[in-house]
């Protein structure tokens, strides 16, 4: 485990079964390699295996924990992050299984605004099982935040 970087708690808003990442190991310049483990607690297991359309939510929170890497080195104020669509997405036919150590890579490779993309890719035992590009925007409020609806007028 990497020391020098932070928790991936202290990056994403997801707790408990819903946390997938375990591990920030390394962030160079726009790129990110983080290391989730399929637990038994998953929510997406079924009958002990995670289904492959489950990956995308592992290569999103990967996504989710570089921005919030990149926005906390520049100082910038935390947002939320909102998973708009992916392409290219590619499944191969592997059904990780409990326990097992997921590899995960990501890079930026458009921001505009408040409007990123993203690769991503997932990898078991050294084998590329998932990868695509995730569309992601950034926002302070939730779209139905009562907090945001009240502070506009919208309530």
Excluded at 33 to 52: E, K
Excluded at 56 to 75: D, K, M, N
Aim: glycine content about 8%.
């Amino acid at each position: 485990m990497n020391n020098c970087l932070p928790r991936p708690e202290s990056l994403i808003e997801h707790r408990g079964s819903m946390l997938l990442i375990d591990e920030l190991v390394s962030v160079a310049d726009r790129t990110a390699h983080c290391v989730g483990y399929v637990r038994r607690d998953n929510p997406f297991l079924m009958d002990g295996h995670l289904p492959a359309w489950a990956l995308l939510e592992y290569i999103a929170q990967a996504v989710a924990t570089l921005a919030g890497y990149l926005r906390l080195t520049a100082g910038d104020q935390y947002l939320h992050g909102l998973l708009l669509g992916c392409r290219r997405m590619e499944f191969e036919d592997v059904l990780p299984s409990v326990e097992d150590r997921l590899d995960l890579h990501v890079e930026e490779i458009l921001q505009l605004d408040k409007l990123g993309n993203f690769k991503g890719c997932a990898w078991l035992a050294g084998r590329k099982i998932a990868s695509g590009v995730l569309s992601v925007y950034e926002t302070e409020y939730w779209p139905d935040s009562v907090e945001h609806a009240a502070s506009t007028g919208q309530a």
